[in-house]
């Protein structure tokens, strides 16, 4: 394997909306064993902005669910660190410095379409996962036009120009995405006043010196909105590695809500680590017996499959 040019510091980003599930913890274990191979740091980092879904016992559950499968971190909510505060809704002032300086340079703009709009004015065809790009019907306005808009709420978008933004995904191979044709001029701040999940990331991940990001591919596109950020601010650029989600043995993508696959179950039914990081490995073309030091020395990150992971059942794994 080739190493990083540097030290890599990486991080293990949970949202609390519901307890980890095993897809969950063979990424956050892919982010994990990238970091430590190399004798890297990893910062856990919880994002907690999306007040709509958060479930304040998850902090603390994803927390203990992360432990449970033997990862540790150098900086955290518990454990403290100089990149803190750790929770994203305690780290509101850092965003607004970005979005000020995104405003500064009229790269953003104020936006007042409500989502039925947007889904009337855009072409449908093309509607992505994310649903439809923006038709770029408030893109007119400067900055200064959010003090004209007499109260009504309003989002700011970041402007995206036509272009391919080119990666070098550490599991998929090169990738070059167009973000104006997936979502289009995205928003990165809420009408709350709150920052959205693009700006929010960045922010955090150059403040807190992560130069490698792994985590789920159900965010590829994602990263080029997010690497348009860090240009726009001028700030090193993170590695990125997306790894195939986790389906269900019907073929179906694991979903939070479902209690049968979450860590918690296997914590509660003492169901040992080594189980469930044995089917992992194995996943990875490992043939460790579970053990995170064997994992450490065979892990080789160009090696994993880009392919979906059918996670093993709690049933299974009890057996
Ligand atoms: N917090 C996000 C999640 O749990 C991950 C965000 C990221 O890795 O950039 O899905």
Redesign the pocket.
């Known amino acids: 394997m080739t190493s990083p040019p540097y030290p890599v510091t990486g991080r293990l980003?949970?949202?609390p909306t519901g307890g980890l599930h095993l897809g969950?913890a063979r990424t956050f274990l892919i982010a994990w064993l990238s970091a430590r191979s190399t004798g890297g740091r990893v910062v856990l980092r919880v994002?907690d902005i999306d007040a709509a879904r958060l479930r304040p016992e998850a902090i603390s559950g994803a927390l203990v669910d992360l432990g449970w499968i033997g990862l540790d971190w150098d900086e955290g909510p518990d454990v403290g660190g100089s990149h803190g505060p750790y929770l994203q809704s305690l780290r509101l002032e850092s965003y607004l410095e970005m979005l000020d300086c995104l405003k500064r340079g009229e790269l953003v703009y104020p936006c007042t379409c409500t989502r039925a709009e947007i889904a009337r004015a855009a072409s449908a065809p093309h509607a992505g996962e994310e649903g439809p790009s923006y038709p770029g019907t408030c893109s007119g306005r400067s900055v200064m036009d959010a003090d004209l808009l007499g109260g009504r709420p309003f989002t700011w978008r970041f402007r995206v120009s036509d272009r391919q933004v080119d990666w070098n995904d550490l599991v998929r191979g090169l990738q070059c995405l167009n973000p104006s044709q997936h979502g289009g001029d995205f928003i990165v701040g809420r009408s709350s006043g709150e920052p959205a999940?693009q700006l929010a990331?960045v922010c955090d991940d150059h403040h807190m010196e992560v130069n490698e990001?792994i985590?789920?591919d159900d965010?590829v596109t994602?990263t080029p909105r997010q690497i348009l950020l860090y240009e726009a601010m001028g700030w090193a650029i993170p590695r990125f590695g997306h790894v195939g989600l986790a389906l269900d043995e019907q073929g179906k993508r694991l979903a939070k809500r479902d209690q049968s696959i979450k860590i918690e179950t296997l914590r509660h039914r003492g169901i040992r680590p080594s189980r469930l990081l044995g089917e992992i490995g194995r996943s990875l073309g490992m043939k460790s017996s579970g053990s995170l030091c064997e994992m450490l020395d065979d892990f080789d990150l160009e090696a994993i499959p880009e392919t979906p992971w059918v996670a093993p059942s709690v049933e299974s794994l009890t057996g």
Do not use: N
């Open positions: 980003a949970p949202s969950h994002e999940y990331v990001v985590r789920g965010l994602s």
